[in-house]
């Protein structure tokens, strides 16, 4: 083939469809993501010039921060208790939206509309519903007798960060229901007779044939969402923000306080490259388990 | 089908309130305690949150669309040709490339904020619409690049070879004919794009700083905790905002799952 002849050609050739796009990556996801981890090493002003370096004194004043191991374990909580809990609810719900039934397009439009609506919005109706006075949430908790009176779920620090764990869950469901529905969809139907014929009961059959074909989905919607709740910054900052102190802030949400509250940009790109480090073993492990260079080589 | 109606319930409730709420007076929205629906209906709520004191509503949905509309049609420009020759072609350097591709699905501008922030300040681009738009076109780019690849390697390549055969070059094989192919996955990515560009907060929280610059998303958030909250103007203008978003994603519904897992699910 002509294709290994001219290499170096094949490769100018290709330069001026895919020059816009490396550009773009370069210059808005890469270039920022090597000048944080710069500054992190720099003494940088409250308006953001950089007065000289700093070495590691940055790193070493997020360090003797005494709200940091706190924050460390909130931050394995918040991730741990949203992925874990919402993965265990889209496997029950996809297998439901899976089976035929009358309405189920219905159904499945109403599980998208989370997904689709700003999670700013979606925050603030529960913000509001759950508010002790006026809050149409807490007065139905009421009026169902779950609750003998109203609560102030978003006003003392534990059940405000239980309340933002549960809209994190409710956010995610959708995006995690439709990628295992995708797998469900690639079982194949004649494995899934062969069961039955075989006499295996619907425990039996779920865990030996259908979970084995949506590994692939749970590995890949597990990592996303792992991700995607580690940065989440809405849900916590307009549940917990008002609280005094830190006592429901993951590495996240304490970055945007060093970053907007102190303008300490120093200290917050320090915070910043230690999460960035997290996320590139997450990233590291996705590349591992999930494989995505599969699709390309195909 | 109980389970399936429970659930459609729970994922509704909270926008019906939304709903409900945006209808509801200003001293309703504040009633302890509060009723399930308004005492007097306010639908001409819909009309004066525009120009209502407390808030430039009218101003942060602008900001909205001008950001959103402006990173789908960067995001367009600059995915369509990668796309197509990734799908394509094989040639040195494209496994790289798809490489680079996976690795932005994973970074976000939440993570990268601090560096955005100072690198926009440099440009001299900090509080300016054209920030947001690059930023959301790039954070938007693996999606739109992975859908659109599906599409265009789905193309048989002898419609291509054909066209070659005709004498079309590449650019007018792409338009001509390929284009026409794949149009459901272009749909996907402009919507996709779109609503992820309308959703996104943190990187606008930062580099946005002037009231009447800011996207509805920060521009809400700001409200939440202050006493005089206008509650039912809020909760409108986020029903104006959520009913497009909800319904252009009900029509990409099959091809959404396919960008975002870059066809390792199989």
Excluded at chain 1, 155 to 184: C, D, E, K, N, R
Excluded at chain 1, 264 to 274: E, H
Excluded at chain 2, 22 to 38: E, F, Q
């Amino acid at each position: 083939m002509a294709a290994n002849r001219r290499p170096w050609g094949q490769f100018l050739r290709a330069v001026p469809w895919l020059v816009p796009a490396a550009i773009l990556i370069f210059g808005v996801v890469l270039f920022p993501a090597g000048y944080l981890l710069y500054n992190s090493t720099r003494n940088i002003g409250l308006s953001g010039l950089d007065v000289g370096p700093a070495g590691i004194s940055n790193y070493k004043a997020l360090l003797a921060r005494p709200e940091l191991p706190s924050v460390l374990l909130n931050t394995f909580i918040w991730v741990a208790g949203v992925v874990i809990v919402q993965l265990l609810i889209s496997l029950w719900l996809a297998q439901l939206l899976n089976n035929q039934f009358p309405g189920r397009r219905w159904v499945r439009i109403a599980v998208l509309i989370p997904w689709a609506a700003s999670v700013v919005m979606t925050t603030m109706v529960f913000v509001y519903g759950l508010d002790p006075y006026y809050g149409i949430m807490n007065r139905f908790l009421v009026d169902v007798h779950i609750l003998s009176a109203s609560v102030g779920f978003t006003q003392q620090p534990v059940p405000a960060f239980i309340t933002a764990i549960a809209i994190g869950i409710f956010i995610s469901v959708p995006f995690t229901t439709y990628v295992l529905l995708a797998g469900l969809a690639g079982v194949p139907p004649e494995v899934l007779e062969a069961a039955t014929v075989d006499g295996a009961g619907r425990a039996r059959t779920y865990f030996s044939v259908i979970m084995p074909c949506l590994r692939g989905a749970i590995v890949l919607s597990t990592l996303i969402n792992v991700i995607n709740t580690f940065n989440n910054l809405p849900v916590l900052k307009l549940i917990t923000g008002s609280l005094p102190g830190y006592p429901d802030d993951t590495t996240t949400t304490l970055m945007f306080k060093i970053l907007q509250g102190e303008h300490s940009i120093g200290v917050a790109s320090a915070l910043a490259a230690v999460n960035f480090i997290i996320v590139l073993v997450v990233v590291a492990i996705y590349l591992v388990a999930a494989k995505p260079m599969r699709a390309v080589e195909s | 089908m109980v389970a399936g109606f429970i659930v459609a319930v729970v994922f509704v409730l909270p926008y019906l309130i939304m709903l409900l709420t945006s209808l509801k007076g200003r001293y309703d929205t504040l009633a302890v305690p509060p009723t399930y629906l308004p005492k007097a209906w306010y639908p001409q709520n819909y009309i004066t949150m525009w120009t209502a004191t407390q808030t430039p509503l009218l101003d942060n949905m602008i900001a909205t669309l001008v950001i959103s509309v402006g990173a789908t049609m960067l995001m367009f420009v600059v995915c369509i040709p990668a796309a197509y020759y990734t799908a394509r072609f094989r040639f040195p350097g494209r496994g790289v490339f798809m490489f680079l591709v996976i690795v932005t699905q994973m970074l976000q501008p939440t993570l990268l904020a601090t560096g955005l922030f100072q690198q926009f300040r440099l440009l001299g681009l900090n509080d300016t619409w054209l920030a947001m738009i690059l930023i959301n076109a790039a954070f938007n780019l693996t999606f739109a690049i992975w859908i659109m690849h599906a599409f265009f390697a789905s193309v048989p390549k002898e419609v291509n070879e054909a066209a070659e055969l005709d004498g079309a070059g590449k650019w007018g094989i792409l338009w001509w004919v390929n284009l026409r192919l794949v149009w459901p996955g272009i749909v996907t990515a402009l919507i996709y794009t779109f609503v992820a560009s309308a959703n996104e907060f943190s990187a606008s929280l930062v580099i946005l700083t002037s009231a009447t610059k800011q996207p509805l998303s920060v521009a809400l958030s700001a409200f939440i905790g202050q006493y005089d909250t206008a509650w039912q103007y809020l909760f409108g203008v986020s029903i104006v905002a959520i009913v497009p978003s909800v319904i252009l994603f009900v029509l990409i519904e099959k091809h959404l799952v396919g960008g975002l897992t870059a066809g390792s699910i199989k």
